[in-house]
C-alpha cells in the first residue's frame, strides 16, 4: 500500500519579471582597437615563420623537442631567435606540447600577444 495516496509535487512560486538598470557605456572610439591590430601583423608574420619552420625541417622539429622536454630552455631560446623572428618570445613547454607568446619588444603598452600552442603528444 502507498503510504502518500497522492502524487506531491511541489509548485515553486513564479519569479517575476526583473529588469537589469541599464549600463551606461562610454562612446566607443576604435582608435585604440585599430592601432593594436596594426600592430599584430609583425606578430602573425613572426607567427608563421615559426610554425612553418617547425612544420617543414624534422631536423629542428625534433632538436627543438628533445631540447624542451630536457628543460633546456638557452637552447630552445637560441633555435626559436635562430628562426629570424624579430618578436619577444616567451617559450614555456609541458610533456603535451610547446607554448610560444609572441609580443612587441620594448612596448610600454604591452598592446598585444600571439599565443601559440603547438602539441607533440
Not at 602573425?44 to 610554425?51: F, H, I, S
Request: hydrophobic letters at 40%.
Amino acid at each position: 500500500m502507498n503510504r502518500y495516496p497522492f502524487h506531491y509535487y511541489h509548485v515553486y512560486p513564479l519569479i517575476p519579471k526583473y529588469t537589469f538598470p541599464h549600463r551606461q557605456f562610454l562612446p566607443v572610439n576604435p582608435k585604440m582597437f585599430m592601432d593594436s591590430a596594426k600592430k599584430m601583423d609583425p606578430l602573425l608574420k613572426d607567427a608563421e615563420v615559426l610554425m612553418r619552420h617547425i612544420s617543414s625541417t624534422e631536423a629542428f622539429a625534433k632538436k627543438l623537442m628533445n631540447a624542451a622536454q630536457q628543460s633546456n630552455l638557452n637552447e630552445v631560446n637560441q633555435m626559436i631567435a635562430q628562426t629570424g623572428i624579430k618578436s619577444k618570445a616567451d617559450i614555456r613547454f609541458n610533456p603535451s606540447g610547446l607554448i610560444l607568446i609572441l609580443s612587441r619588444k620594448n612596448d610600454p603598452l604591452d598592446c598585444c600577444h600571439v599565443e601559440l600552442r603547438v602539441r607533440w603528444m
